[in-house]
């Protein structure tokens, strides 16, 4: 019999479970199904091929683990104690919040869990080489005008293909320049799209130029060709895809970043819409909310 676990975004366990369509067992975040893994865009983590054992000691839990390999991360929902107690046996892992720019982990880290004081289950390999699929960030609250700006340390970090120095971007919806922050600070040249201005100090950087319009009212033939397309605009995803098919047909991109902002419950029909586009893919970033990020290359 399959199983795979899903540990979902926090807050977001009933989404994925719509996702899943059919459910085995659930421990608050942590959803088992009697499937094989597939993809989902709400779990922050997926564990393939987990393994329910029975535990006789601490001792007996701690060695089983570094038995199969070193490092390992506990998700917590009940059983404090005794999970922290196995956790002093097993080498230690970091919580600490990372620094950006940063190469992500290439180490395998498995999971486990207590489901009660006798039971555990556990799985070697996970979709995230982050604690739990969290990617915390030791955060730069001076200079950002807001916090969207994680979303692309985030996707930066998880991504190996990036925007480079001296490409040429453009950033829709840009108010007040988190966005355009990042890609500058990375040596792109940056036009910042908005009818709002950027804050002062994003606007004065270099290479940053600001154009005061509606994204949606640009013609990219005007624009001229950009290496990457950005938007972290504020919209109904319907209106979202017609500008990204705009910019497809007119071949003025050669990729593009864009985050899908969702309105209560998910249409997975509309989504389907994004993820039918060929060379895209869509995903749940954890520092996203309510909100996917659809990224497509030419």
Not at 58 to 69: R, T, V
Request: hydrophobic share 40%; aromatic share 12%; charged share 25%.
């Amino acid at each position: 019999m399959a199983l795979t676990a899903y540990l979902a975004h926090r807050g977001f366990e009933d989404k994925l479970i719509a996702e899943l369509g059919s459910i085995d067992k659930q421990f608050d975040r942590l959803i088992l199904t009697n499937e094989p893994a597939k993809d989902v865009f709400w779990a922050d983590n997926i564990w393939f091929n987990p393994k329910i054992i029975g535990i006789n000691s601490i001792g007996d839990a701690a060695k089983h683990l570094k038995s199969i390999q070193r490092n390992w991360v506990n998700y917590r929902y009940d059983f404090y104690g005794r999970s922290k107690l196995i956790i002093d046996k097993l080498p230690h892992i970091s919580f600490k919040p990372i620094e950006y720019p940063n190469i992500p982990p290439k180490s395998p880290l498995g999971s486990w869990s207590l489901m009660d004081n006798h039971t555990m289950l556990y799985s070697a390999e996970c979709s995230s080489t982050f604690p739990n699929g969290e990617i915390v960030f030791n955060e730069d609250k001076e200079i950002p005008p807001n916090r969207a700006y994680l979303k692309l340390w985030e996707l930066f970090t998880r991504e190996e293909h990036i925007p480079r120095k001296g490409q040429r971007c453009i950033d829709l919806g840009a108010c007040p320049g988190g966005w355009t922050w990042v890609l500058q600070k990375l040596g792109a040249e940056v036009v910042s799209v908005d009818k709002a201005p950027l804050e002062k100090h994003i606007a004065g950087l270099d290479n940053v130029y600001y154009l005061k319009d509606s994204a949606f009212a640009l013609d990219p033939y005007e624009i001229g060709h950009v290496d990457w397309l950005f938007s972290d605009i504020i919209c109904y995803p319907e209106r979202l895809l017609t500008l990204i098919k705009k910019w497809m047909d007119s071949g003025m991109a050669d990729n593009m970043v864009c985050t899908i902002k969702l309105q209560g419950d998910p249409d997975l029909n509309m989504i389907s819409e994004f993820a039918k586009i060929p060379n895209s893919r869509i995903m749940h970033l954890y520092n996203n909310k309510n909100e996917l990020t659809w990224i497509w290359r030419k």
